[in-house]
């Protein structure tokens, strides 16, 4: 594979973050500091722009660029690139007061007024053609300066709206989805059920807090439109700025697994991925190892999206966070160590947000490279021009992204479904969460997993790891039947192929549409626990393994091996993990929720089952490659205090230049980055 | 006692349930598969149409009953009959668009859209208008069909809307309830207190969200109010059946408690009792044994309302319940003991929600008969089929009804005006629980209960449990007295006469209106516990009990017996039980909120004064007696998984036919049925 | 000092209180008793009129008065004089229906109904023109009757509106504050940040719950400003008595550290400040001790406020409330203890609510000094009565105000921005709770203590303590450091001088506006701990410190002298307590929240420096001194339930007339008041 980089002319990897020159225009004293910092902190590039319009255009129709164009200037001239931001992450608040419909209508039906930001209207054409208007103006101002590289859409998209507007647009997608024919939405929907059929389109109304809360149908078309509709909307920037002859690449950066937009949908049309990365770290619920690996898990999400490219790191907090619960100041071998995972785990970047603590303002104590002290020698300064050193070193790198031998199944979709069914407990169904425990079993292994939705290939994988796949989409099941077929290797657990495509349960036995016969087991009931509750597995090999929250009862055909049964309660002796031949392949099917331990050990004998070849790596070390003509970049973190050993590593050590000749040993918390030394 | 029945023609007991095949329209295959598997299954009633407004009339004034005729045709021939339902349990969405009057205002004073169910404004004129429409329509198709045997109304009528024409309704209520006179209103209220008194009656608007929330008088007036409304709505829908000439019986299904309405205003106009229950088996915060308990106590609570006539279960969940916070299966014993628990305490029918789990909708994982896969050999199928066919076995029962020699007192205004009443502690009031406490504590010594209000007649118990009635209505001093006096055993606990109908505090000493002279005792002080507080009682025979939440200090008469005092705090060795000689009965008032075991002797000392003869009875033992037409039938449910055994116990069991003479052993979980051999 | 009285003519200390005979004007029986039963209690005062408006303006124009002046009169006679109220605490529910306007509009935009207390709209001109006209009648009624000994205006003012009038006033505040000018307002609250320039100031609306909820400075002048407004409110009022020629003196009851409004600001218009006191005694989450010590710093909160006056304890409750989530009684020596403590803090008087329980309403089971039972022997009654005997013989005491040698810095504002931050963990800053902390070390050591605002005069005492002074107001720093170089005492903590007055950080480290120079300390980073997270500090003599929620990592001058450093951690060894030379003073900084123990340490570090003469106390005795005209009463208060010897306590305790003469014995829940023999 061939390098690929973020846009053209990339020069290594970048560190930069979020820059707000416009709080500071009365002080050209901290803007010229501003630039001998960042020159200090190794920064070469800034995020521009992303709340200015305000500054941009402080009354309707009066617009003020001559500041921008003097920062961007005055970076250029110092080595430092702009990613230029169109304002829409907030409106002004002019436009709130003679434009109503540019704010939100809430779920209790009250339109909100002015405040905060990201809360537009996604419907609204007054707002699309006024944040077109503000990006042509901008655009002319400096969208050809040859310090802008990238254009940065908005800020973290989100939310949603219940005004006329978008219902309207609501009944249009479904009249369009279900042809016109609402009958065929009343099926889909099951509406016969407590008497809820439509006449037609016209009754439809978005489900309000006040109104339809009990129709699973609406509220899952609801999801789909919201991203539908915030979909149009971002390409109606992008059509602006294309409009306006740019051909930069374009990105929006999102948030993790936010649960209100199916980022997959959006990513169609971005040129590049960005996400802003806020971990809770040493909180009290989790290990600090397991905060890492959930980072590592969200990373691999936006590097799946786009496999061939890496992505970017927008955002990220040096030093801590202030809007968490508790932000407790990150330990001093964090920076590092979350800032190289995400370039091992395909990022090109290292943003921050921001450069310099603003004075005032609601993240007045968000971290930032400068602090209100001001001075190049806080703890976070020099975590991070320490960091700046280290991409420098890693230079080589960019373009390179990560390969992969394993998938993990998730859709935005089947968490939608999973949390809105009633059923189950309402506080454990935790569809997340387990793909995050299954996704760090496998990386903890040393396998390179891509993160992929149930529509796409498989066959390129050795593994298959689907957890909880409570919807099927109409090709799932055709899909995974060929894949194990040629000899692949699927796991999937409770909670599969309930239902299909629009909620409706399968008839003739879970899973549906014709996996049960591969599989080779059928899913009778399935028991749900109290967080007091507990059962017991015995696995194959002797080992027991605890139940929490889910159970399912199994009907197992004659060729299905058993792996584990249960030990107590009135299904003792029934199976609880199973494994089914199907053509060359081999479905474990594992039908209850246990301890990580037992997961792990049903994992290996599909690893050994695959032919896979993986590294041997000690606990507590996360191992990441990243490949492009024909080089193989190995990463090794250590996630512990103690000091590892790792055997067989061959090549050179970017970040000291040492070579490494097998073992090589990680510092506690320590990181390296081998170049492969080619066989 | 003569044997009396739901309905004419009844054929033993009734077993079936909620029956939607609306649903299945478009699958001939699954309606006929329907009718092989209910005779497989023993069943022998369906309730047809409770949410099929939406297929009868799917645009207003389009008609369509044809498929509603052949499948009470159909069910007819093969001996099953139907409970007919009214379908205004849920509004179609064409009603919801064009009349917007027949949806709720809530209590934020928001107007609900649509969506749900069971959320009608039961003030309008246009819903009422709409119901009495379709319902002719309905009755004009099938009401005289000789398959269908019995009216259902509604649905689970509940809840409250606080629109203009209900505040109007409200106005027009407290105009005639207070003869016109504002001044007696605010008299009976207390209005001075806080300025609050009202010119006017058109002052007075409901408790709104955002309006008067410290009016007593306002909350206990709009409760009664929604009951009587709710009652009015319910004569508007049995008006029109009885104008339509039918003479069937006619039931609504009640709720449990439900705290929304009180029930025993409603039954009087109604045939037949019916209830719907859902208890949380096996759960985390009670045994399993206090959960049957508890349910044993909510039939009793239904089969008390109409003494001389069973009542019916209409719904219960095969399998599980989806609604619920844990969804957990219930085990394979319990299907049986709850079922047979519903006979035991009255019921002549086992019925569920639902026959056939549908693929959609907000219930779509709701226990039913026939899972999504269809198959008549699941475990629920099986449980269900083996029940029936000990239904048939029970066939002679129907038709009695259960005995009671002792009364426990519970009112809904009661549990209203305690729940509202500032004072106590919020969280550890728990009327209804104390009450399920006594009813147990009754029951499980071979009591047969009934459970009224205390409006009611009490000559014919030996015994009555008061507990905490804390309101006392016009006639109730009275009626208590005079019971004691001819011999009754009355014992009554903490928080028993405060105040009366309008919550006026008693001046004078609690308990008010006469009871402490009575009683023997004055309830000076009341201490209220923070959940980490006790005290201890030291019993007249040393046996020691704690305290939790609550502690009265008591003055007492100097004829007061002393049955145990407290052990602690300033008020030590002051009187905690105490027992007092009226008449030629006895009153024995529990000034403190005690351990089981201790309320348990107190009760002992009762029964031995009440000249009661119970049975000898081992722990976890249920025993109930039905009676008619000279027959007795005991039936004993163990609720342990041990082997229990009970003496003096002669006659047949029913389920088995072999012939109990004498001591019987009872299986773990097990039930009998005993025709008593006549002596 | 002088003595000063509360009113002309005041004859020793007050007790009585609220007291509502419009409830019972159809029970004159009821109304002669209270006047026997009002003398056997001490009474010798009551609050009137408070809620009456309903009573006296039934409809709109129709007043009746007459009753009123009956009652002044009778007591009057009896030689009980009255406190009299406007009527302004709760509207009639004519005025309500009538005029709109005067409901407030709460945060979600909606207009509240009619209902509750205390919640008018304070700019409705209308509102303020009927509470005139109300209060021109009562004053022509009984204004001028020699019973009437000071006006009490309106009740417990609060709340905050949301409406029109409101946002307009609010717009109007910040165009006089910001000098017309919006960009002084756009850089005061940073709102280049997120595009939160407004552009007029008719943009600016309240923080609405559905629109601008991010706003630390919008936040901040909303909550000023409805300060504003509600002494604007109360000025009105007062202007009308004063127009009317009263020159009785004027207060209103005030209500612990209500959030919603600083004190400070109405203070300035009342002649005499009152409060009502309604702690939770006996509760789970804290000692009886503790409780105490809390109540003792809210009358010291009162009492600093005018500290040439004696404050009135307004209202409290005689045996137990009932709004309490747990409404336990309170044990026998705490009506004493209580009563007696807020007088040993400054208070001339002890008054209840209420003198008699209503039979109804929402406050029917407050405790009150009559029971519903009614007669004077109740637990209640008694210790009412012996009280009020105690209160006689403790007369000398009236006039005389507390002595205070050290100080204790809070402010609303203050306050108000630390929970309002977005940073450090949103449970744990405890702003207030952390001043309670340091006034009760200092209580307890024998310091007599003044509570005071940042803007107060230090050189009258010897010590300061200054928690948490997150924000700085403009002369503030100079203030300090004036007090410090000329010889003070002063103790700082974690979370200083972050913030101006508008919450702008002060660049160049923090404390900022200088004070780092004089504390000789930076603070850089601080570490929000998890509940669960711990630290240590190891102090000068080598004992340890628990450190929870909060430690800072400090920077320090040459000079500082470490008094303490951290145990653990990546900042072990760092230094969290240290001591500043500055001039003739001391500064101590303590950057860590630490245990109690060790903050006792400190101070006893700083108060042998002070020079201060402490008497020698044992746990649990309070010390309060009051002084005038030369004489200086000492009040020993025991906390606990065994008996303390105090030494060198010279004089005569007025309660018993027992002589004292060195060493004194305080029993268990004991009180002395030691009239002190002069030298």
Redesign the interface.
């Given at each position: 594979m061939n390098r690929s980089f973020l846009f053209e002319g990339q020069q290594g990897l970048l560190h930069g973050g979020d820059y707000?020159p416009?709080?500071w225009l009365?002080r050209p004293d901290i803007l010229q500091e501003d630039v001998r910092l960042m020159k200090k902190a190794h920064v070469n590039t800034v995020s521009l722009g992303i709340?200015?319009?305000?500054?941009y255009e402080?009354?309707e129709g009066e617009y003020h660029f001559e500041w921008l164009q003097e920062i961007i200037d005055t970076l250029y001239q110092n080595g430092i690139c702009t990613v230029l931001a169109t304002?829409s992450?907030?409106?002004?608040?002019?436009l709130d007061?003679k434009y109503e419909e540019v704010r939100r209508v809430?779920k209790?039906?009250?339109r909100?007024?002015?405040?905060?930001?990201h809360n537009h209207c996604m419907s609204s054409r007054v707002f699309r053609q006024k944040v077109k208007e503000i990006t042509e103006k901008l655009y002319e101002a400096v969208g050809t300066h040859p310090g802008v590289k990238l254009w940065h859409i908005s800020n973290e998209l989100g939310g949603e709206c219940y005004c006329p507007l978008c219902a309207a647009r609501f009944q249009e997608y479904l009249r369009k989805k279900f042809h016109n024919d609402i009958q065929e939405l009343n099926?889909?929907?099951?509406?016969?059920?407590?008497?809820?059929?439509?006449?037609c389109f016209?009754?439809i109304?978005p489900?309000?807090e006040?109104?339809?809360?009990?129709?699973?149908?609406l509220d899952l078309e609801w999801r789909r439109f919201t991203t539908w509709n915030m979909t149009d909307y971002l390409k109606s920037e992008i059509e602006t700025i294309r409009g306006l002859g740019s051909t930069l690449p374009i990105t929006t950066n999102f948030m993790e697994l936010y649960e209100g937009l199916d980022y997959r949908e959006m990513e169609k049309e971005l040129d590049v991925i960005s996400w802003d990365s806020y971990p809770r770290f040493?909180?009290?619920h989790e290990s600090f190892e397991t905060t890492m690996w959930n980072t590592a898990f969200h990373n691999t999400v936006m590097q799946s999206m786009k496999k061939d490219r890496p992505f970017m790191l927008m955002e990220s907090a040096p030093?801590?966070v202030?809007?968490h619960?508790?932000?407790?100041?990150k330990?001093?071998y964090v920076h590092r160590l979350f800032s190289l995972q995400a370039v091992a785990c395909g990022s090109d970047t290292v943003q921050y947000f921001q450069w310099r603590?603003?004075?005032?303002?609601?993240?007045?104590?968000h971290g930032a490279v400068v602090?209100?002290?001001?001075t190049d020698d806080?703890?976070?300064f020099r975590e991070v021009a320490a960091l700046g050193e280290d991409l420098e070193k890693l230079a080589e790198v960019a373009g390179s992204v990560p390969e992969a031998e394993a998938a993990l199944i998730l859709d935005w979709d089947t968490m939608w479904a999973v949390n809105d069914?009633?059923?189950?407990?309402?506080?454990?169904k935790k569809y997340a969460q387990t793909c995050m425990e299954w996704y760090r079993l496998m990386a903890s292994m040393g396998l390179n997993v891509n993160i992929i939705p149930q529509t796409e290939e498989l066959s390129e994988y050795k593994l298959v790891v689907a957890p909880m796949m409570y919807m099927l989409k109409p090709e799932t099941a055709v899909r995974l039947k060929e894949y194990i077929q040629k000899g692949g290797q699927l796991l999937a657990t409770y909670v599969t192929g309930y239902v299909d495509q629009?909620?409706?349960?399968?008839?003739?036995?879970?899973p549906g549409d014709g996996l049960k016969d591969v599989f080779g087991v059928?899913s009778?009931?399935?028991?749900?626990?109290?967080?007091?509750?507990r059962n017991q597995v015995t696995l194959w090999d002797g080992s027991k393994a605890q139940v929490r929250d889910y159970a399912e009862?199994l009907r197992v055909q004659e060729d299905v091996r058993i792996l584990g049964q249960y030990d107590a309660?009135?299904y003792q002796g029934m199976p609880a993990v199973t494994e089914h031949s199907y053509g060359a392949g081999t479905v474990c099917y594992v039908a209850a929720r246990m301890e990580s331990q037992a997961n792990r050990r049903i994992l290996e004998l599909l690893v050994s089952r695959s032919g896979l070849d993986l590294p041997k790596l000690p606990e507590g070390v996360e191992y990441h490659v990243r490949e492009a003509g024909g080089e193989r970049y190995i990463f090794l973190l250590n996630l512990e205090e103690k000091e590892k050993q790792i055997d067989e590593i061959n090549g050179t050590d970017l970040l000291t230049q040492k070579l490494c000749d097998g073992t090589v040993k990680l510092e506690p918390y320590g990181v390296m980055v081998v170049k492969v030394k080619q066989g």
């Open positions: 707000n416009d709080q009365d709340f200015s319009w305000a500054v402080p009354v304002p992450g907030a409106r002004p608040a002019w007061r809430n209790y039906g009250v909100e007024h002015h405040g905060i930001r099926k889909a929907w099951w509406n016969a059920f407590w008497s809820h059929n439509y006449s016209e009754e109304e489900p309000l006040y109104g339809e809360s009990s129709s699973m149908g040493h909180n009290d030093g801590l202030n809007w619960v508790y932000n407790k100041l330990r001093p603590k603003g004075r005032g303002g609601y993240e007045q104590y602090d209100h002290l001001g806080t703890r976070t069914m009633m059923g189950l407990a309402r506080e454990t629009n909620q409706l349960c399968y008839l003739g036995g879970f059928i009778e009931e399935i028991d749900t626990f109290y967080p007091t509750d009862l309660d009135f």
